[in-house]
Every structure is written in C-alpha cells, then in structure tokens.
C-alpha cells in the first residue's frame, strides 16, 4: 500500500524491515507493478536498487514492463529496461509489452522496446 500510494518514506522504513518487495495480492501483482501502472519513479528505482524481481507476473502473465507500457509510463519504460526487464516475455495472450505500446499507439515505447521504425 505505501508503494501504490507514493509513500516513498513508508516504502524505505517496510524495506529496512525486510518487507517482502515480491509479495503479491490476490491478482498476483506486485509493489513494482503498482508502481509501474502508477507511473512512480522514484519508487520503481527504490524497489529495483533493493531487488524487486523485475520480472515477476501476475495472474495474467503480466509484468511491471508490460503495466509501464500499457499506461504510458514511459519513463519507467525506460527504468526498468535500463535495470534489465525482459522485453521478450508473453502474457497469456501471448503479447509483448512491444505488441502492447502498439496497440496503445504508444510511439515512445514502441521505439524504446525496439519497435520498427515505421517509413
């Protein structure tokens, strides 16, 4: 809850605690996939700097790259390649997050998740 709500100090005192950043809810999502569908930078990087499975996928097969392109949060698009997300994962209807910002029309994910360059 402290991450899905921006409280990056509430986020820092649960990690010193040894909270568990891979906990997931009842649809498998985790902190790092709130954050991501939240666009909260500075929590994305406080989660990956303490080893948030980046990859990690919830009921759907989706990820926190995948809730990053989908929403538009290209930033975190960008923090989580950067931190070496999986671009190449499927969810279970077999989409990528590429195939995702396509379908979103999202051109900077597109380009950053290394989409052809259309003529």
Do not use: C
């Amino acid at each position: 809850l402290a991450t899905y709500d921006n409280h990056i100090e509430a986020a820092r005192l649960l990690i010193a605690r040894g909270a568990d950043l891979n906990l997931q809810d009842a649809s498998g999502n985790t902190a790092l996939m709130g954050v991501a569908f939240k666009g909260y930078a500075d929590i994305a990087r406080l989660l990956i700097e303490a080893g948030a499975d980046l990859n990690s996928t919830n009921g759907n097969g989706g990820t926190a790259l995948m809730f990053a392109t989908l929403f538009g949060r290209n930033e975190l698009v960008k923090i989580l390649l950067a931190a070496g997300a999986d671009a190449t994962m499927k969810d279970v209807r077999g989409l990528t997050a590429l195939h995702l910002a396509g379908q979103q029309g999202n051109e900077e994910a597109w380009k950053l998740l290394g989409g052809p360059e259309e003529d």
